[in-house]
């Protein structure tokens, strides 16, 4: 005789189960892995996706991510599913309201990963809506928007029957932006008003003005005043930089104006590094080195030199 059974063992049922694992058909595995998400078995999911399954079946219709984060509320299977390459063209926002009321932070977290895996724009609408109706707006820009994109032609092009006054909630959202640069300026323009935090959540003066559709009036301000690196890098709360806002709305060169670094070159070279590089392609770097040295050249002090006497 030979097997296990030769020296008095048998398989443990996790050997017998990888053993039986390894010979199914993929739609024996697809079955077994909505089995083994839906009975929180993490060690069993990873077992099944290591023994080369593929990841596009998918089980009574449900593509098995959204299955997870639907039907088992489980963040590790989700994230896990994720990192294996699963797309989530058919995971709804509508998900993950398990995981809002639970812990919303991370669910937001988890809801950028989704976006990065390919959610539709439709879900990705009505998640803004959500997101702005519940007080987060300042997020959706980080969370929701890829390189490129606007929120508002977002919330248009993704209007559903359940997203019709999308439009309606961001001009409101709008209109809040730009009385609050009103009032932070109602002072007047000054350095600080523009560095300074304006919120609690650490958004400047600046990234205000970008989000208010005013920073053609800061780099007019700034032509006359000394902006740092540091003034495009800082981030908010919600990692959002005057860069990446910029970047955003696909106005990055606004913030390499000439004007604004003709005294102090090397600080606009520091600020070019800063930029990420899915924003680069915005930018012609030869072009602002030349720009910048032009009008460098351009505002340097006219030497009279006077005949000597005779």
């Keep these: 005789m030979s097997g296990p059974e030769t020296d008095g063992t048998k398989p443990s049922p996790r050997d017998a189960w990888i053993a039986r694992m390894s010979t199914a058909t993929p739609s024996e595995k697809n079955h077994a892995l909505a089995f083994a998400i839906d009975t929180l078995s993490l060690d069993q999911v990873t077992l099944l996706l290591d023994s080369g399954m593929d990841t596009s079946d998918v089980t009574t219709g449900i593509p098995l991510l959204a299955w997870a984060i639907r039907r088992t509320d489980d963040w590790d299977t989700a994230n896990l599913l994720l990192d294996r390459g699963f797309t989530a063209k058919g995971t709804n926002f509508k998900d993950l309201w398990a995981f809002i009321d639970e812990d919303r932070p991370r669910a937001y977290a988890l809801l950028e990963r989704l976006v990065d895996a390919g959610m539709?724009?439709?879900?990705?609408?009505?998640?803004?809506?959500?997101?702005?109706?519940?007080?987060?707006?300042?997020?959706?820009?980080?969370?929701?928007?890829?390189?490129?994109?606007?929120?508002?032609?977002?919330?248009?092009?993704?209007?559903?029957?359940?997203?019709?006054?999308?439009?309606?909630?961001?001009?409101?959202?709008?209109?809040?932006?730009?009385?609050?640069?009103?009032?932070?300026?109602?002072?007047?323009?000054?350095?600080?008003?523009?560095?300074?935090?304006?919120?609690?959540?650490?958004?400047?003066?600046?990234?205000?003005?970008?989000?208010?559709?005013?920073?053609?009036?800061?780099?007019?301000?700034?032509?006359?005043?000394?902006?740092?690196?540091?003034?495009?890098?800082?981030?908010?709360?919600?990692?959002?930089?005057?860069?990446?806002?910029?970047?955003?709305?696909?106005?990055?060169?606004?913030?390499?104006?000439p004007q604004l670094w003709h005294s102090q070159p090397e600080a606009a070279f520091t600020a070019l590094e800063a930029v990420p590089e899915r924003y680069k392609p915005q930018l012609d770097q030869v072009k602002i080195t030349r720009d910048i040295a032009q009008l460098r050249l351009a505002r340097r002090p006219k030497i009279t030199l006077t005949p000597p006497k005779a």
Excluded: C, W
């Excluded at 609050?180 to 003005?209: C, I, P, R, W």
């Design 120 to 257: 539709t724009l439709e879900e990705r609408a009505r998640a803004a809506i959500f997101m702005a109706a519940n007080g987060d707006a300042a997020a959706v820009e980080r969370r929701l928007l890829k390189p490129g994109e606007d929120l508002v032609s977002l919330l248009d092009e993704g209007r559903a029957e359940d997203t019709q006054n999308s439009l309606a909630a961001i001009t409101a959202s709008n209109d809040g932006i730009a009385a609050l640069y009103n009032a932070h300026f109602a002072s007047g323009l000054t350095v600080q008003k523009f560095k300074e935090a304006v919120d609690a959540n650490g958004m400047t003066g600046l990234q205000l003005a970008v989000r208010a559709g005013k920073f053609d009036v800061a780099v007019e301000f700034f032509s006359g005043e000394k902006l740092d690196a540091a003034d495009l890098t800082r981030e908010d709360k919600f990692s959002q930089s005057v860069i990446s806002l910029l970047g955003h709305r696909q106005q990055l060169s606004a913030a390499f104006a």
